[in-house]
């Protein structure tokens, strides 16, 4: 989860067990944010393995992706035709031991073609032990359509261990006669311990668009990508790098939302100037050369005119949460020997009112000022500003850009 977002919850938040074993599978109004949704993958639910029939099917990992980002896009799964069979199974590795006390799955509704089918059943395993062993159920459901847009429905939970690699397996349609099959995505409220920082953001790899170098110091990075032609910064939260970066040439905006499987392998999705997200893979590439690899001193990561991913809050507060301040300690470290006035803005995702997002991210910019001069920057020489959801750098439709709209931008002048 990432900061300054209306909907914003802490992880140490419980969530109550929704057994509904009478009507498993059937829609429900969906209920207010009040859990954070540990199964997407910009909160670090990394997909390693695909498999079953899906996998001949055409299924990779851009659909795994697809189906815990957050939104509610009906998403084809499959690029050859299937049946009533056709099962679809899912691995995915979790920050930190999570325990999931409920599942659910948003917008279950039919696409108006015979061969198109929405999944007819989604069971969820999890395992403490690894990705190949150990699983054990942890919910299912059958589920129906001609339910409403903005219905969840429910999956009913049978056990509620601490788990660290979740299957998720989707099987046939509801119409068994389809051969094409849609999903959303799967929610997963629960519990989750304290994630370690991922060191894995150093080295090269043969990317989508052609290869992207990466530098880590703590919880930066910085690089470049499509072959050196853009640059990028961002900061890494669990297992989760979060980057903004621009083209040399015209100034694109590209935004990154990344992780490294256990294999080496860089996966994620990327946006360049606010269009829907692309999935973006590559595998190490140790002799990939960009503009990167120049031995030159690198600029400080977090300094005047940077976004900054990562400074996150408690729900509905400006309380900053102990894993951000690695991240201020680097802001502060870019910033303490400028002589310029700093204006530090707060950017809000688009849950909530325009109002309320414009008081929050005034609050929590403000925390931030807090921060840096309570370590030593001049109290005259910085302010705090509140931009609310009006300057998006990404879709508001799904998690990946939700939280990278959630976040902090330093200007300075003078």
């Known amino acids: 989860m990432s900061a300054l977002g209306h909907g914003m919850r802490s992880l140490a938040l419980g969530a109550v067990v929704m057994m509904v074993p009478a009507h498993a599978g059937a829609a429900v109004d969906a209920p207010a944010p009040a859990r954070p949704d540990l199964l997407t993958f910009a909160s670090g639910a990394l997909p390693v393995a695909v498999g079953k029939s899906g996998a001949a099917l055409g299924t990779g990992f851009a659909e795994a992706i697809a189906a815990t980002d957050g939104g509610v896009r009906r998403g084809t799964l499959n690029r050859k035709p299937g049946g009533p069979r056709s099962t679809f199974e899912f691995v995915y590795e979790l920050p930190a031991p999570t325990r999931f006390t409920r599942f659910a799955v948003p917008d279950v509704l039919e696409t108006p073609s015979p061969a198109q089918s929405f999944v007819g059943r989604v069971e969820v395993l999890g395992s403490s032990r690894g990705p190949g062993a150990g699983f054990t159920d942890l919910a299912a459901a059958s589920l129906t359509t ?63 668009f052609g290869p992207i170098e990466l530098r880590q110091k703590g919880v930066t990075v910085q690089g470049c990508f499509d072959k050196g032609q853009g640059r990028l910064t961002g900061t890494v939260t669990g297992a989760i790098l979060r980057a903004s970066g621009r083209k040399t040439s015209g100034g694109t905006l590209t935004t990154f939302v990344l992780a490294v499987a256990p294999d080496g392998t860089l996966r994620g999705v990327r946006s360049d100037n606010g269009a829907p997200f692309t999935h973006y893979e590559g595998g190490r590439a140790p002799g990939a050369v960009t503009a990167c690899s120049k031995p030159v001193k690198p600029k400080p990561a977090l300094g005047c005119g940077s976004i900054v991913h990562g400074i996150n809050f408690d729900f509905d507060s400006a309380t900053i949460r102990r894993e951000s301040l690695p991240v201020l300690a680097e802001v502060y470290g870019a910033l303490r020997r400028t002589k310029s006035r700093v204006v530090i803005e707060g950017h809000t995702s688009g849950e909530g009112s325009d109002a309320y997002n414009q008081a929050l991210s005034g609050r929590r910019a403000g925390a931030v000022v807090a921060d840096l001069v309570r370590r030593g920057f001049p109290r005259a020489r910085i302010s705090a500003v509140g931009k609310g959801e009006a300057e998006p750098i990404a879709t508001n439709d799904n998690e990946n850009g939700r939280a990278l709209n959630r976040r902090v931008e330093i200007e300075c002048a003078g």
Do not use: H, M, Y
């Open 146 to 208: 001609g339910g409403r847009a903005g219905e969840e429905s429910e999956l009913v939970v049978r056990r509620t261990p601490w788990v660290r690699w979740v299957k998720v397996r989707l099987v046939g349609g509801v119409d068994p006669g389809a051969t094409f099959f849609e999903f959303t995505e799967l929610i997963g409220n629960g519990t989750q311990r304290a994630a370690p920082v991922s060191r894995r953001f150093t080295g090269g790899w043969d990317a989508t």
